[in-house]
């Protein structure tokens, strides 16, 4: 089974042009989904889909994702608009609480969809009874289950893209995927970078975006002195594949657009490939 990931797509950034650089971005990965072979079951969009939340920008993604021959599921970030988001995306479901927090399964893993989106503040947030609804609905199935969020409740080291360890809905979070190992793997955005680590038990990783990336400096930073440090840098669009062998859960982070070809499996390289293919098939060792 393979999912695919894309994150932080910042659709409208450049809201009077219509060949935008986020678009283009964004058109390279869907094209490097689209050429994949074989195809990905299903992609999670996983936030930040749009700069600011316009409708028009919803309705350009819905316009993407409707042409994809897979089902897309979609997380909010921090500068999405949950009304608007709604408003073009009636179909996807919420909660409770009015939060786009819902579970799908596809194949054997289940996915929990959590809405970490505070509208007007930049970090995640959790309430604690968005924490109770993630509780219930991991005791209504134990199958191996992927977490899926916007914001990474995690400490990164970069500066100023990184999560107050005590803030409230990291604890309220940590309490719940502490019960439930049937937690394989966390997959957030955000970062705008790609990042993997263990967190209370399980795996979480952290996709690169489609849009531009952030510079990695692992200095100190001081809102009072603007040192000129890099914060945006135009690394190529990323996105992630996770594939699942039917034990493991396998994450890829990949680069979308066209890359030059070094290799190919012709004639010259097909000794190789034979070699490594004995060698695993051989003898134990």
Not at 17 to 35: G, I, T
Not at 141 to 148: G, H, S
Not at 166 to 184: C, G, K, N, S, T
Not at 211 to 226: K, L, M, S, Y
Request: glycine residues 8%; hydrophobic residues 40%; negative net charge.
């Amino acid at each position: 089974m393979l999912i695919a990931q894309v994150t932080d797509i910042h659709l409208g950034f450049q809201p009077d042009d219509p060949a935008e650089m986020n678009r283009k971005r964004f058109d390279e990965v869907v094209e490097s989904l689209l050429a994949l072979s074989p195809q990905p079951d299903l992609l999670l969009a996983t936030g930040d889909l749009t700069e600011s939340g316009s409708i028009a920008s919803y309705q350009t993604l819905k316009t993407i994702a409707d042409r994809l021959p897979f089902p897309v599921h979609f997380a909010l970030g921090n500068h999405d608009l949950r009304a608007n988001f709604r408003s073009v995306f009636p179909d996807v479901p919420v909660c409770s609480t009015g939060h786009v927090q819902y579970a799908v399964v596809h194949g054997p893993l289940r996915f929990v969809v959590l809405d970490t989106l505070e509208e007007g503040h930049h970090g995640g947030a959790l309430s604690a009874e968005q924490a109770a609804w993630l509780d219930e609905t991991l005791l209504e199935d134990n199958r191996p289950t992927v977490l899926v969020l916007h914001h990474p409740p995690i400490e990164t080291g970069n500066g100023w893209m990184t999560e107050d360890l005590d803030a409230p809905w990291v604890q309220r979070l940590a309490e719940v995927v502490r019960r439930h190992p049937q937690i394989i793997r966390m997959i957030t955005g955000h970062l705008h970078r790609a990042i993997v680590t263990g967190w209370h038990g399980t795996t979480l990783a952290v996709c690169p975006s489609a849009a531009p990336q952030v510079a990695i400096d692992f200095r100190e930073i001081d809102g009072e002195n603007p040192d000129g440090r890099d914060m945006i840098v135009a690394e190529m669009p990323g996105f992630a594949l996770h594939y699942w062998t039917g034990r493991d859960l396998i994450t890829h982070f990949c680069a979308g657009g066209e890359h030059p070809v070094l290799a190919r499996y012709n004639a010259r390289m097909q000794p190789t490939v034979q070699h490594i293919l004995a060698e695993r098939t051989g003898a134990q060792h």
